[in-house]
C-alpha cells in the first residue's frame, strides 16, 4: 500500500517521491515500512508469524525479538547492546 503526500507546488496533484509504502506477507503482517524519509523499515517473522526483528538502515537501531515456550514475548533486544527491555 502507498500513501501519496500532495505534492508541494502543483495543485491537486501528488507527489511522485514523497510518500509512505507498506508490504504485507501472505498472513497480513506488515514486513515493511518505507518512511517519507526514504529509510525503509524490515521486519522479520518466524513461523508462528512472531515478530523476531526489526531493521533499521542504521544496523544500530535493530531490535531482535525473544519469545518464552507459550508465544510471549520476553525480551525485545537492541543491536548496538543500549539496552534491553524485558517483559514480565
Known sequence: MKL?????????TSSTTDYKQ????AVGSLINHRKRS?????LAYDNLHRLTSRSYPTAADNVAFAYDLLGRRTQAKYADNSHTVAYV
Open 4 to 12: 501519496r503526500y500532495p505534492h508541494p507546488s502543483t495543485v491537486n
Open 22 to 25: 507498506f508490504g504485507y506477507n
Open 38 to 42: 526514504g529509510e525503509t523499515i524490515t
